[in-house]
């Protein structure tokens, strides 16, 4: 699959994207605390970041040795593009795509195959079925994600890879205290997204949990720091952080939509965006790319 060109995103822009015609915006119809929207835009700005993402990790969909898998598993699959690639890369394999709203399937090649499940509510995989099991920004937006990452785990073949790929969800500032707009924004985020027991900090507890589990022989973590604007000298790294800056725009645009009775607002969603553009501000945003291989023999 081709990916798809990211075009920046000035400030003034963030806030009016779609927002001419905020109730044409699609979203997921399951019960889920997940506010982002669920449509041809959304899938778009997935592609973006995910093409961001792979080019920031040498142009591959992990850095885990998977050798030749059989069968893998990606939960959360969202525009279906990381399966989909997979099953490129892998002819002979048999992946499964899950999400909780249909997945775009113009591009999906014959060896990928979509599921339908609301993982807060179902759990349709067998233990030790998978050898490659995949999420990328899911767990943060789940209740109680060690229960899901658990069953993860539960999922993979004895010698097979868990990769759990996620944000510390906050934005934090290398040249001094955190603008008001920026802590406003988060303090709504984070309180409306605390109701549901959503934990912000989960890509940071990624390894951790993976090594205290006791079901992984080795346990890997790609930490890196994605600048919103450019102040390090490092081009990949300026360049995934434009990238994950023009999606968080993208993807918060329409918040207030869904998190208006926690006071979310246009005015909050504004200046969050108008901040994080701000080259005066050196603000950047965590995230934690782990991956951890199974013991080849499952420990009593």
Same mark, same amino acid.
């Given at each position: 699959? &081709?990916?798809?060109?990211?075009?920046?995103?000035?400030?003034?822009?963030?806030?009016?994207?779609?927002?001419?015609?905020?109730?044409?915006?699609?979203?997921?119809?399951?019960?889920?605390?997940?506010?982002?929207?669920?449509?041809?835009?959304?899938?778009?700005?997935?592609?973006?970041?995910?093409?961001?993402?792979?080019?920031?990790?040498?142009?591959?969909?992990?850095?885990?040795?998977?050798?030749?898998?059989?069968?893998?598993?990606? +939960?959360? &699959?969202?525009?279906?593009?990381?399966?989909?690639?997979?099953?490129?890369? #892998?002819?002979?394999?048999?992946?499964?795509?899950?999400?909780?709203?249909?997945?775009?399937?113009?591009?999906?090649?014959?060896?990928?195959?979509?599921?339908?499940?609301?993982?807060?509510?179902?759990?349709?995989?067998?233990?030790?079925? #998978?050898?490659?099991?995949?999420?990328?920004?899911?767990?943060?937006?789940?209740?109680?994600?060690?229960? +899901? !990452?658990?069953?993860?785990?539960?999922?993979?073949?004895?010698?097979?890879?868990?990769?759990?790929?996620?944000?510390?969800?906050?934005?934090?500032? !290398?040249?001094?205290?955190?603008?008001?707009?920026?802590?406003? #924004?988060?303090?709504?985020?984070?309180?409306?997204?605390?109701?549901?027991?959503?934990?912000?900090?989960?890509?940071?507890?990624?390894?951790?949990?993976?090594?205290?589990?006791?079901?992984?022989?080795?346990?890997?973590?790609?930490?890196?720091?994605?600048?919103?604007?450019?102040?390090?000298?490092?081009?990949?790294?300026?360049?995934?952080?434009?990238?994950?800056?023009?999606?968080?725009?993208? &993807?918060?645009?329409?918040?207030? +939509?869904?998190?208006?009775?926690?006071?979310?607002?246009?005015?909050?969603?504004?200046?969050?965006?108008?901040? +994080?553009?701000?080259?005066?501000?050196?603000?950047?945003?965590?995230?934690?790319?782990?991956?951890?291989?199974?013991?080849?023999?499952?420990?009593?």
């Amino acid at each position: 699959m &081709a990916p798809i060109a990211t075009e920046e995103v000035s400030p003034a822009q963030a806030v009016e994207i779609l927002k001419a015609a905020p109730e044409k915006r699609g979203y997921h119809e399951a019960d889920a605390p997940y506010a982002i929207p669920n449509d041809d835009s959304e899938w778009v700005r997935l592609n973006d970041m995910h093409s961001g993402l792979k080019d920031f990790i040498g142009g591959v969909n992990t850095q885990a040795p998977l050798g030749n898998p059989k069968d893998i598993l990606e +939960l959360g &699959a969202g525009s279906g593009i990381w399966a989909f690639e997979m099953a490129q890369q #892998f002819p002979e394999a048999q992946v499964i795509a899950v999400d909780i709203s249909p997945v775009n399937e113009t591009h999906k090649p014959a060896n990928c195959h979509y599921k339908q499940v609301n993982l807060m509510k179902d759990w349709p995989f067998e233990p030790e079925t #998978f050898d490659v099991v995949h999420m990328r920004f899911l767990l943060v937006h789940m209740p109680n994600w060690p229960e +899901l !990452a658990a069953k993860a785990a539960s999922a993979v073949r004895p010698g097979g890879y868990l990769l759990l790929e996620d944000i510390d969800h906050h934005i934090y500032k !290398a040249n001094g205290p955190l603008p008001d707009e920026i802590s406003k #924004f988060y303090d709504v985020y984070h309180s409306h997204m605390a109701k549901t027991n959503v934990d912000p900090d989960t890509g940071a507890k990624l390894k951790s949990f993976l090594e205290d589990s006791k079901l992984f022989e080795e346990v890997h973590c790609l930490e890196f720091h994605a600048p919103m604007v450019p102040f390090k000298d490092d081009h990949k790294l300026n360049k995934v952080g434009e990238v994950m800056r023009i999606s968080l725009t993208r &993807a918060y645009a329409s918040l207030h +939509l869904r998190m208006g009775e926690s006071g979310m607002t246009p005015e909050v969603i504004k200046g969050y965006a108008d901040k +994080l553009h701000d080259p005066n501000h050196w603000l950047y945003m965590p995230i934690f790319f782990t991956w951890a291989r199974k013991h080849a023999k499952t420990e009593a």
